[in-house]
Structures are given as C-alpha cells and as structure tokens.
C-alpha cells in the first residue's frame, strides 16, 4: 500500500507563490519500482478532482492550460517526492491539491489546502 502526504499549502496574496510537495511511502517506491507518471490534481469544493500537472518517468511535463507558464511540476526520485511550484497565484486557484499517479491509482492523501486572497 502506498501513502502519499501533500504539503506546503497555505493562504496567499494574489500574485505571491507556494511550493508544495508530495511524498509517497510504502512498499512501493520510485526507486524499487517502474518510476510512475505522476500528477498534482486540485479539488474546488462541489466539484471533483482535476488534474492540473503531470510528470512522466522521463521529466517531461504537461500543464492545465490554466496553470501554463505559472505552476511547474518537478520530482526527486532519490526522495520519493513530487513537487509543485506555484507562481503569480489567483483567486480561482484556491482548491484542495492532491498528488497521484497519472492516471490516479493509489489511495488519495489528505491534500494540501491553498487559499488566494488579499
């Protein structure tokens, strides 16, 4: 069983930035295993999950076209651990951000929430 522990959210100003990170422990591993796509998905209250950046097993990435140009999605395997930097923040970016495989298969952690506003 794999678990997955996000954070690093929190409340900012429109325009300011947060990092979050996601790390996954359990008998499966980035190392011990076929390195996962991975994914940072957000939640906004009502609505279901959405995936927001995606990583693959080679770096490359792929982006929300909201979040273009702002968000970057990154890993370190050595860590388990997958990040998400989040620049020039919104309002309509305050949700619940969740990391999973891409496609989601493991057991969701708790989320990190992130707030915008002034």
């Known amino acids: 069983q794999v678990q997955l522990v996000e954070s690093g959210g929190g409340l900012a100003q429109p325009g300011g930035s947060l990092r979050l990170s996601c790390v996954a422990s359990g008998r499966i591993t980035f190392i011990n295993y076929i390195v996962p796509n991975m994914g940072w998905y957000r939640q906004f209250p009502g609505k279901q999950r959405e995936l927001v950046a995606a990583?693959?097993?080679?770096?490359?990435?792929t982006y929300q076209d909201s979040v273009e140009g702002r968000f970057t999605i990154s890993r370190d395997n050595s860590k388990n651990t997958v990040y998400l930097q989040m620049h020039n923040l919104q309002p309509e970016d305050t949700a619940t951000y969740f990391c999973?495989?891409?496609?989601?298969?493991?057991?969701w952690g708790q989320g990190t929430q992130v707030t915008v506003s002034s």
């Open positions: 990583i693959r097993s080679d770096r490359s990435t």
């Open positions: 999973n495989k891409n496609p989601a298969a493991w057991p």
